[in-house]
Protein backbone atom coordinates (compact mmCIF):
# COMPACT_ATOMS: atom_id res chain seq x y z
CA UNK A 1 0.00 0.00 0.00
CA UNK A 2 1.60 3.45 -0.47
CA UNK A 3 2.11 5.87 2.25
CA UNK A 4 1.89 9.57 1.81
CA UNK A 5 3.58 11.76 4.00
CA UNK A 6 0.71 12.83 5.40
CA UNK A 7 -0.67 16.90 5.73
CA UNK A 8 1.56 19.24 7.79
CA UNK A 9 -0.54 19.67 10.94
CA UNK A 10 -3.51 17.28 9.83
CA UNK A 11 -1.07 13.84 9.62
CA UNK A 12 -2.34 10.86 7.26
CA UNK A 13 -5.02 11.75 5.19
CA UNK A 14 -7.50 9.35 2.99
CA UNK A 15 -9.98 11.39 0.57
CA UNK A 16 -13.18 8.67 0.33
CA UNK A 17 -15.13 9.54 -2.72
CA UNK A 18 -17.97 7.30 -2.88
CA UNK A 19 -19.15 5.95 -6.63
CA UNK A 20 -22.02 4.62 -8.31
CA UNK A 21 -21.71 5.10 -12.10
CA UNK A 22 -19.42 7.63 -12.41
CA UNK A 23 -17.39 6.48 -15.30
CA UNK A 24 -17.12 9.33 -17.00
CA UNK A 25 -15.57 10.95 -13.92
CA UNK A 26 -13.80 8.77 -11.74
CA UNK A 27 -10.40 9.11 -13.35
CA UNK A 28 -10.69 12.71 -13.42
CA UNK A 29 -11.59 13.68 -10.01
CA UNK A 30 -8.94 11.24 -8.79
CA UNK A 31 -5.92 12.72 -10.77
CA UNK A 32 -7.25 16.48 -10.03
CA UNK A 33 -7.50 15.39 -6.06
CA UNK A 34 -4.06 13.65 -6.88
CA UNK A 35 -2.61 17.05 -8.21
CA UNK A 36 -3.94 19.44 -6.19
CA UNK A 37 -3.06 17.56 -2.81
CA UNK A 38 0.04 14.66 -3.91
CA UNK A 39 0.23 13.91 0.04
CA UNK A 40 -2.85 12.57 0.62
CA UNK A 41 -4.34 8.99 -0.24
CA UNK A 42 -7.91 8.78 -2.26
CA UNK A 43 -10.35 5.29 -1.53
CA UNK A 44 -13.24 4.98 -4.38
CA UNK A 45 -15.79 3.11 -2.57
CA UNK A 46 -17.65 1.84 -5.42
CA UNK A 47 -20.82 0.09 -5.27
CA UNK A 48 -20.94 -2.47 -7.82
CA UNK A 49 -21.50 0.45 -10.54
CA UNK A 50 -23.02 -1.73 -13.65
CA UNK A 51 -21.10 1.08 -15.99
CA UNK A 52 -17.73 -0.12 -14.35
CA UNK A 53 -16.89 2.59 -12.75
CA UNK A 54 -14.89 0.14 -10.28
CA UNK A 55 -12.70 -1.37 -12.79
CA UNK A 56 -11.64 1.86 -14.08
CA UNK A 57 -10.89 2.92 -10.19
CA UNK A 58 -8.34 -0.19 -9.92
CA UNK A 59 -6.72 0.58 -13.37
CA UNK A 60 -5.83 3.86 -11.54
CA UNK A 61 -5.28 1.85 -8.70
CA UNK A 62 -2.69 -0.54 -10.50
CA UNK A 63 -0.26 2.57 -11.52
CA UNK A 64 -0.88 4.64 -8.35
CA UNK A 65 0.09 3.02 -5.04
CA UNK A 66 -1.99 6.23 -3.22
CA UNK A 67 -5.22 5.12 -4.79
CA UNK A 68 -7.13 2.50 -3.56
CA UNK A 69 -10.73 0.85 -4.27
CA UNK A 70 -12.86 -0.75 -2.08
CA UNK A 71 -15.80 -2.65 -3.91
CA UNK A 72 -19.35 -3.09 -2.17
CA UNK A 73 -21.70 -5.38 -3.88
CA UNK A 74 -24.27 -3.45 -4.96
CA UNK A 75 -26.21 -0.17 -4.45
CA UNK A 76 -26.67 0.71 -0.61
CA UNK A 77 -26.33 4.50 -0.07
CA UNK A 78 -24.06 7.36 0.24
CA UNK A 79 -23.72 6.67 4.27
CA UNK A 80 -22.69 2.91 4.19
CA UNK A 81 -20.36 3.21 1.62
CA UNK A 82 -19.12 6.74 3.93
CA UNK A 83 -19.29 4.25 6.54
CA UNK A 84 -17.38 1.38 4.72
CA UNK A 85 -14.92 4.08 3.76
CA UNK A 86 -14.15 5.90 7.24
CA UNK A 87 -13.85 2.13 9.19
CA UNK A 88 -11.49 1.65 6.17
CA UNK A 89 -9.36 4.25 7.11
CA UNK A 90 -9.89 3.99 10.61
CA UNK A 91 -8.02 0.10 10.42
CA UNK A 92 -5.12 2.01 8.10
CA UNK A 93 -4.60 4.54 10.91
CA UNK A 94 -5.15 7.61 9.07
CA UNK A 95 -5.69 10.21 11.10
CA UNK A 96 -8.33 12.25 9.08
CA UNK A 97 -10.77 11.45 6.48
CA UNK A 98 -12.28 13.77 3.62
CA UNK A 99 -16.03 13.27 1.96
CA UNK A 100 -15.96 14.21 -1.52
CA UNK A 101 -18.48 13.22 -4.29
CA UNK A 102 -17.30 12.02 -7.83
CA UNK A 103 -19.00 14.40 -10.32
CA UNK A 104 -16.78 17.53 -9.56
CA UNK A 105 -19.37 19.56 -7.87
CA UNK A 106 -16.17 19.34 -4.78
CA UNK A 107 -13.31 21.17 -6.35
CA UNK A 108 -10.03 19.02 -5.21
CA UNK A 109 -8.44 21.98 -5.91
CA UNK A 110 -10.07 23.75 -2.57
CA UNK A 111 -9.03 20.72 -0.56
CA UNK A 112 -5.98 22.24 0.38
CA UNK A 113 -7.55 25.33 2.31
CA UNK A 114 -10.03 23.12 4.02
CA UNK A 115 -6.92 20.56 5.48
CA UNK A 116 -5.40 23.94 6.24
CA UNK A 117 -8.50 24.76 8.40
CA UNK A 118 -8.30 21.29 9.43
CA UNK A 119 -5.44 21.98 11.46
CA UNK A 120 -7.37 24.02 14.38
CA UNK A 121 -10.82 21.89 13.85
CA UNK A 122 -12.03 18.69 13.89
CA UNK A 123 -14.57 18.65 11.56
CA UNK A 124 -14.70 21.10 8.64
CA UNK A 125 -17.08 21.68 6.04
CA UNK A 126 -16.95 23.12 3.09
CA UNK A 127 -19.86 25.56 2.81
CA UNK A 128 -21.69 26.59 -0.18
CA UNK A 129 -23.58 29.25 2.17
CA UNK A 130 -21.05 31.07 3.82
CA UNK A 131 -19.53 34.23 2.68
CA UNK A 132 -17.09 33.97 -0.12
CA UNK A 133 -18.73 30.80 -1.56
CA UNK A 134 -20.23 30.60 -5.17
CA UNK A 135 -22.50 27.65 -6.53
CA UNK A 136 -22.40 27.64 -10.21
CA UNK A 137 -24.94 26.13 -12.69
CA UNK A 138 -27.62 24.94 -10.18
CA UNK A 139 -30.73 25.85 -11.57
CA UNK A 140 -33.46 27.65 -8.89
CA UNK A 141 -34.97 24.71 -7.77
CA UNK A 142 -31.71 23.15 -6.67
CA UNK A 143 -30.96 26.42 -4.94
CA UNK A 144 -34.21 26.49 -3.25
CA UNK A 145 -34.23 23.05 -2.23
CA UNK A 146 -30.09 23.59 -0.53
CA UNK A 147 -30.76 27.36 1.45
CA UNK A 148 -34.74 26.11 2.67
CA UNK A 149 -33.36 22.81 3.91
CA UNK A 150 -30.15 24.01 5.23
CA UNK A 151 -32.62 26.46 7.05
CA UNK A 152 -35.11 23.83 8.54
CA UNK A 153 -31.97 21.89 9.82
CA UNK A 154 -30.46 24.86 11.78
CA UNK A 155 -33.89 25.82 12.89
CA UNK A 156 -34.79 22.55 13.91
CA UNK A 157 -31.78 20.84 15.60
CA UNK A 158 -30.02 23.82 17.01
CA UNK A 159 -27.05 24.04 14.87
CA UNK A 160 -24.58 27.07 14.14
CA UNK A 161 -23.95 25.18 10.79
CA UNK A 162 -24.79 27.18 7.71
CA UNK A 163 -25.02 24.14 5.01
CA UNK A 164 -25.57 20.84 7.46
CA UNK A 165 -26.36 19.09 3.95
CA UNK A 166 -23.26 19.62 1.89
CA UNK A 167 -20.89 16.69 1.76
CA UNK A 168 -17.37 17.94 1.49
CA UNK A 169 -16.15 17.47 4.39
CA UNK A 170 -13.12 16.82 6.64
CA UNK A 171 -13.56 14.56 9.88
CA UNK A 172 -10.36 14.20 11.63
CA UNK A 173 -9.88 11.07 13.84
CA UNK A 174 -10.68 13.24 17.09
CA UNK A 175 -14.41 13.94 15.53
CA UNK A 176 -14.79 10.20 14.59
CA UNK A 177 -13.92 8.80 17.89
CA UNK A 178 -16.13 11.24 19.43
CA UNK A 179 -19.05 9.99 17.40
CA UNK A 180 -21.02 6.55 17.90
CA UNK A 181 -20.79 5.79 13.86
CA UNK A 182 -22.29 2.31 14.65
CA UNK A 183 -25.43 4.10 15.42
CA UNK A 184 -25.72 6.08 12.47
CA UNK A 185 -28.88 5.16 10.02
CA UNK A 186 -29.33 7.63 7.05
CA UNK A 187 -28.49 7.06 3.46
CA UNK A 188 -28.52 10.58 1.49
CA UNK A 189 -28.54 14.24 2.58
CA UNK A 190 -29.61 12.89 6.18
CA UNK A 191 -26.36 11.51 6.40
CA UNK A 192 -24.48 14.77 6.23
CA UNK A 193 -27.03 16.12 8.28
CA UNK A 194 -26.91 13.61 10.79
CA UNK A 195 -23.13 13.49 10.93
CA UNK A 196 -23.28 17.44 11.61
CA UNK A 197 -25.51 16.91 14.62
CA UNK A 198 -23.89 14.17 16.36
CA UNK A 199 -20.40 16.13 15.99
CA UNK A 200 -22.05 19.39 16.97
CA UNK A 201 -23.48 17.14 20.58
CA UNK A 202 -20.46 15.71 20.37
CA UNK A 203 -18.82 19.17 21.27
CA UNK A 204 -16.33 18.67 18.74
CA UNK A 205 -14.58 21.87 17.16
CA UNK A 206 -16.63 22.46 13.50
CA UNK A 207 -15.17 25.25 10.99
CA UNK A 208 -17.17 25.91 7.71
CA UNK A 209 -14.66 26.94 4.63
CA UNK A 210 -16.47 28.75 1.87
CA UNK A 211 -15.93 26.17 -1.31
CA UNK A 212 -16.85 26.62 -4.60
CA UNK A 213 -19.78 23.91 -5.98
CA UNK A 214 -20.07 23.28 -9.40
CA UNK A 215 -22.83 21.20 -11.23
CA UNK A 216 -21.79 18.17 -12.54
CA UNK A 217 -21.25 17.89 -15.95
CA UNK A 218 -21.10 14.09 -16.73
CA UNK A 219 -23.21 11.60 -15.76
CA UNK A 220 -26.62 11.39 -13.93
CA UNK A 221 -27.72 12.36 -10.48
CA UNK A 222 -28.84 10.22 -8.20
CA UNK A 223 -30.67 12.48 -6.05
CA UNK A 224 -34.35 11.10 -6.06
CA UNK A 225 -37.50 12.19 -4.22
CA UNK A 226 -37.21 9.81 -1.18
CA UNK A 227 -33.61 11.43 -0.56
CA UNK A 228 -35.22 14.58 0.25
CA UNK A 229 -38.25 12.79 2.10
CA UNK A 230 -35.91 10.86 4.43
CA UNK A 231 -33.62 14.37 5.45
CA UNK A 232 -36.92 15.97 6.03
CA UNK A 233 -38.68 12.77 8.08
CA UNK A 234 -34.94 12.08 10.13
CA UNK A 235 -34.71 16.11 10.79
CA UNK A 236 -38.09 16.84 12.32
CA UNK A 237 -37.97 13.12 14.56
CA UNK A 238 -34.39 14.42 15.77
CA UNK A 239 -35.56 18.08 16.19
CA UNK A 240 -38.94 16.74 18.30
CA UNK A 241 -36.80 14.13 19.97
CA UNK A 242 -34.31 17.03 21.08
CA UNK A 243 -37.30 19.14 22.13
CA UNK A 244 -39.01 16.45 24.06
CA UNK A 245 -35.39 15.67 25.92
CA UNK A 246 -34.72 19.42 26.65
CA UNK A 247 -38.15 19.76 28.03
CA UNK A 248 -37.70 16.51 30.16
CA UNK A 249 -34.53 17.76 31.28
CA UNK A 250 -35.48 20.97 32.81
CA UNK A 251 -36.94 20.35 35.84
CA UNK A 252 -33.97 17.85 36.74
CA UNK A 253 -32.05 20.54 36.16
CA UNK A 254 -34.15 23.17 37.93
CA UNK A 255 -33.96 20.36 40.83
CA UNK A 256 -30.18 20.76 41.60
CA UNK A 257 -30.18 24.58 41.81
CA UNK A 258 -29.67 25.71 45.36
N1 LIG B 1 -21.03 4.04 -3.35
C1 LIG B 1 -22.14 4.78 -3.54
N2 LIG B 1 -22.03 6.04 -4.01
C2 LIG B 1 -23.17 6.75 -4.21
C3 LIG B 1 -24.46 6.22 -3.97
N3 LIG B 1 -25.38 7.20 -4.27
C4 LIG B 1 -24.67 8.27 -4.68
N4 LIG B 1 -23.34 7.99 -4.66
C5 LIG B 1 -22.22 8.88 -4.98
O1 LIG B 1 -22.31 9.98 -4.09
C6 LIG B 1 -21.91 11.18 -4.72
C7 LIG B 1 -23.06 12.18 -4.66
O2 LIG B 1 -24.13 11.73 -5.45
P1 LIG B 1 -24.86 12.66 -6.52
O3 LIG B 1 -25.66 11.84 -7.46
O4 LIG B 1 -23.87 13.57 -7.12
O5 LIG B 1 -25.85 13.36 -5.58
P2 LIG B 1 -25.99 14.86 -5.33
O6 LIG B 1 -24.65 15.52 -5.39
O7 LIG B 1 -26.77 14.99 -4.10
O8 LIG B 1 -26.91 15.28 -6.54
P3 LIG B 1 -26.55 16.20 -7.79
O9 LIG B 1 -26.22 17.53 -7.23
O10 LIG B 1 -27.78 16.20 -8.59
O11 LIG B 1 -25.37 15.58 -8.49
C8 LIG B 1 -21.51 10.79 -6.13
O12 LIG B 1 -20.12 10.57 -6.16
C9 LIG B 1 -22.29 9.49 -6.36
O13 LIG B 1 -21.69 8.64 -7.32
C10 LIG B 1 -24.54 4.88 -3.48
O14 LIG B 1 -25.61 4.33 -3.24
N5 LIG B 1 -23.37 4.21 -3.30
MG1 LIG C 1 -23.62 15.62 -7.15
Do not use: C
Request: glycine share 10%; hydrophobic share 45%.
Amino acid sequence: MGVAAGHPGVGRVLVVIPTYNEADNVRRIVARVRAAAPAVDVLVADDGSPDGTGGIADAVSRVDPQVHVLHRRSKDGLGAAYLAGFAWARERGYDAVVEMDADGSHAPEDLPALLHAARDADVVIGSRWTPGARVLNWPWRRLLLSRVGNLYARVALGMPVSDATGGYRVYRSTALDAIDLDSVRSQGYAFQVELSRLAHRAGVRIVEVPITFAEREHGDSKMSPLIVAEALWRVTRWGVRDRRAAVRGRPRALARWP
